[in-house]
């Protein structure tokens, strides 16, 4: 990994080489074992130089960004670190906080995304931020209002989009509700409720499928019009993939 670790293993970020490979260890379990991932089209995903894995998101609590980041370490060669930008929540959070920002994973902050754009990074979006993992069960391929930032943020920095779509969230964490006022309390957005109460995640098979890199021309200070155009686009390619993996699934169990 072409990371710039000083003699401490640390780079400018703060991000831990002893803490990456604790946090790949025991993802690497997750990955390959626990829900036996499928990675299709990480080819699409440089190997090099700045660009964004945009998706969609689902099943109550982030599997899907922790699968994605894994995808990127464990199937490239050499690996690369996808950097998402995590719910404030998080930061405010014991421990948690501090591994998140030793494994690259920052709050998403505007200015956070654009120095790690600058410095050719490669950064995780899940557009429909925490609405996406709020879907119920019935929901679960569905896509909510994707927001505009990242494709601001994309033309300002000229980075290209790799988009993907993630299968198998919503059958790892089939929420069948979620505790807002619970959520509030403990200061996080919601609770999830599963059929089995707990949000503990199944063993189910898991899928990634990368699709060929965006790119949109522009400055990021087009009309709210115009980035929307692009964002539909970008939902689109997404939405295509999903349904076109699930009617592939579906002929196999036919089959």
């Not at 991000?15 to 690497?28: N, P, T």
């Not at 995903?45 to 894994?70: E, Q």
């Not at 119920?136 to 909510?144: A, F, G, K, N």
């Amino acid at each position: 990994m072409e990371l710039p670790f000083n003699a401490y293993g640390v780079d400018p970020y703060g991000v831990s080489r002893w803490h990456l490979r604790v946090c790949f260890e025991a993802m690497s379990f997750f990955y390959r074992s626990y829900f036996r991932v499928r990675c299709h089209g990480i080819e699409h995903v440089p190997a090099r130089g700045r660009a964004m894995v945009v998706g969609n998101h689902s099943g109550g609590v982030a599997v899907d960004a922790a699968m994605i980041i894994t995808s990127c370490f464990l199937e490239m060669e050499p690996p690369r670190l996808a950097q998402g930008m995590a719910e404030k929540f998080i930061n405010a959070t014991p421990v948690a906080s501090t591994w998140a920002s030793r494994c690259g994973q920052f709050p998403g902050l505007p200015e956070h995304a654009i120095r790690l754009l600058e410095e050719d990074r490669l950064l995780m979006i899940f557009p429909e931020g925490a609405r996406g993992t709020a879907k119920l069960y019935p929901q679960r391929y569905d896509m909510v209002e994707f927001g505009t930032g990242f494709m601001r943020l994309a033309l300002k920095t000229r980075t290209p989009i790799i988009p993907f779509g993630f299968l198998g969230g919503g059958a790892a964490i089939p929420t069948v509700a979620n505790l807002y006022g619970l959520g509030k309390a403990l200061g996080v957005p919601y609770v999830p409720v599963t059929p089995y109460v707990l949000p503990l995640p199944l063993p189910v098979p898991l899928e990634i499928h990368y699709g060929e890199p965006m790119v949109f021309e522009g400055t990021g200070n087009e009309e709210d019009t115009v980035i929307q155009g692009y964002v539909e686009q970008v939902k689109e390619r997404i939405a295509g993939i999903i349904e076109r993996r699930r009617k592939e699934r579906w002929k196999g169990v036919e089959s």
